[in-house]
């Protein structure tokens, strides 16, 4: 009986197996097969970390090559600067696309990149409720947590920009100036809910978001038993309280250059107000000579023959 379970369990086990199929460009093939064999790892991740299950098969496309990557995004419909974008998942295809060029420039993860668009994938297929994109986009990097990238990212910390609200958070995100610290910024929030109630509660969000027509506000007060308004002025300050720990951190890191900088701008200042003083120099003989001009008749011979004569010359 016992020999007949196995046989069975492991005839069933490909048929619960999910349908992946990988499309490769520019990606050799052990690399893609990397990739490929890492895709269940993730759709394991993302459902441990969000408590939301996804078993539907995936369309995965890799692209080695950024202008191609930019080429397909623009034939998807995703509007933005796809050529530099690490990846992107349109969850109503069951599509994820990965611009491998680009996360090898900045030298992340594959892995956690995947992580990150399954998760959008899995967040677009299992909640029919809108959410602010803050929020998606929080969850999304807090959910990819890779180690590697996150020692890559803080080595190139830069200083976040500050915003009055998590609705201006969202747009900053849509904003190319501003979206590589927003994102930052969106994942600090998201850590600031678990920190401040836990994971289990950040899951209870996801799960009350699953039907349609809720509101975030009615489901973030319901799952976190706080007021979003209330969380909101604790997540700003938050993040106020981060950027100024990144602007001491940045500040220290770069006290070099800075003095640097601040030697040459006085070297500068210096140059120029000797050569100022030159300027004035040479104006005020200018302004003398007009005044005093010389005499274009008198010459040193002359004065020299007037020596010689001596006082008693003409005389007779």
Known sequence: MTRWLLILTLLAAPLCAREVSVVAMDVSHSRKLRVENAVDEAFAHVSAKTGLQDDGRLELTLCGDAQRFGQIAAADGVSMSAENVLGYALPALRRIVLNLAVIDERRLSELGVLRHEVAHLVLGSSLQSKRPLWFEEGV?????????????????????????????????????????????????????????????????????????????????????????????????????????????????????????????????????????????????????????????????????????????????
């Open 140 to 316: 999304a990097q807090w959910v990819e947590s890779v180690a590697l990238d996150a020692l890559i990212e803080a080595a190139t910390a830069q200083l976040p920009p500050e915003f009055a609200s998590l609705d201006d958070l969202s747009l900053g995100l849509r904003d190319p100036r501003d979206a590589g610290a927003a994102y930052k910024q969106a994942r600090n929030v998201v850590e600031f809910i678990v920190a401040r109630h836990g994971e289990d509660k950040l899951r209870d969000l996801l799960r009350r978001l699953r039907p349609p027509g809720v509101g975030f506000s009615a489901a973030f007060s319901a799952a976190c038993g706080e007021e979003l308004s209330v969380f909101e002025q604790a997540a700003l300050g938050e993040l106020s309280r981060k950027r100024q720990n990144a602007l001491i951190l940045f500040l220290g890191a770069n006290w070099w250059w800075m003095l640097f900088s601040i030697a040459g701008l006085l070297a500068l200042i210096l140059w120029l107000k000797r050569r100022k003083r030159g300027h004035d120099i040479l104006r005020h003989w200018e302004e003398q000579e007009k005044l005093y001009p010389s005499d274009p008749q008198w010459s040193y011979a002359d004065d020299a023959d007037s020596d010689e004569a001596g006082p008693d010359h003409g005389r007779r």
